[in-house]
């Protein structure tokens, strides 16, 4: 899971590479809550702590969040 303070109106991505040699860098699916449901869509900041849950994953992964 990623947590962070996100800043009320920013717009929030998070994308995914097994690798940096030669980064293929893709939308990631995430949750904001434990329990699902999975989305690729991005998320608007509320000014308050936001907490993306990531799916487990056979391989290990590297994160970037981008935003807006």
Do not use: K
């Not at 899971?1 to 940096?20: D, K, N």
């Not at 893709?26 to 699902?36: M, R």
């Not at 509320?46 to 935003?67: C, K, Q």
């Amino acid at each position: 899971r990623i947590e962070f303070y996100s800043v009320r109106g920013q717009i929030y991505r998070v994308f995914s590479t097994p690798g940096l040699v030669v980064p293929a860098w893709q939308a990631c699916a995430f949750s904001t809550s434990a329990t699902g449901p999975w989305q690729i869509a991005p998320v608007e900041g509320d000014g308050h702590w936001m907490t993306f849950y990531i799916p487990a994953s056979e391989t290990n992964l590297l994160f970037r969040m981008d935003v807006q």
